[in-house]
């Protein structure tokens, strides 16, 4: 069974600080690592996508990853309302993507 | 470019009847994909297509069929909808040499009464 595991939620964090996220998952033969964001009633919406170990960074979002210790995460800077949202970490086995829940996200302004 | 596009939007079926949800991508993706959200429990895999002309079952096929129609569409049909059905169902499509990255379509909402 694949597992890809997140805390459930809600993160609230303030408006302006960095909000973390993060994601493990159980199979060590896994090569793509995703991050999407979905709003409320709407589909998700791929944001990062990561296949190597280390920081890979896109304006406000830095994902990670740590291949070693099967851990990926999502850094988002200068968090804004707007990034409340529910992000769900994907991971890639074989030709599929196994999801995680998701993390609520809430930024209180 | 539409990208992902999913018919209906929104549907309420009685117990047993049978639908299709439409499912169709303007971006030339080898790809494609069923999923179903409901709440906790994120997005289950329902069917997939590797490539046009083949399809293979995900983590939740049973109730459901598919067929891949050509290389731009991908039909779910439930051929006699229970309630354990009502969920939201996604269409994804990906691409190849893009290492599995996923668009996904608006969504069906289906509820099952």
């Known amino acids: 069974q694949k597992e890809v595991e997140q805390n459930s939620g809600p993160l609230s964090v303030p408006e302006g600080a960095i909000a973390s996220l993060n994601c493990t998952y159980s199979d060590r033969g896994s090569q793509s690592f995703f991050w999407y964001r979905q709003y409320s009633g709407k589909s998700p919406e791929l944001i990062m996508s990561i296949y190597s170990n280390g920081d890979k960074e896109d304006g406000r979002f830095t994902a990670q990853l740590n291949k070693a210790s099967q851990y990926v995460s999502l850094l988002i800077r200068d968090s804004q309302p707007s990034d409340s949202a529910t992000y769900l970490c994907a991971v890639e086995y074989g030709n599929k993507l196994v999801f995680g829940a998701g993390t609520i996200l809430r930024v209180k302004s | 470019n539409a990208g992902v596009t999913q018919t209906p939007k929104f549907q309420v079926l009685k117990t047993g009847q049978s639908m299709t949800l439409q499912c169709a991508q303007d971006m030339n993706h080898n790809s494609m994909y069923w999923y179903r959200q409901d709440p906790g429990m994120g997005l289950r895999l329902i069917y997939y297509s590797a490539s046009e002309g083949t399809t293979d079952k995900g983590e939740v096929p049973n109730g459901y069929n598919v067929s891949r129609l050509n290389k731009r569409e991908f039909s779910l049909r439930l051929e006699s909808a229970a309630p354990s059905q009502t969920s939201v169902y996604f269409c994804?499509?990906?691409?190849?040499?893009?290492?599995?990255?996923?668009?996904f379509g608006p969504g069906t909402r289906l509820t099952v009464t």
């Open positions: 994804a499509s990906s691409g190849v040499g893009v290492s599995y990255e996923q668009y």
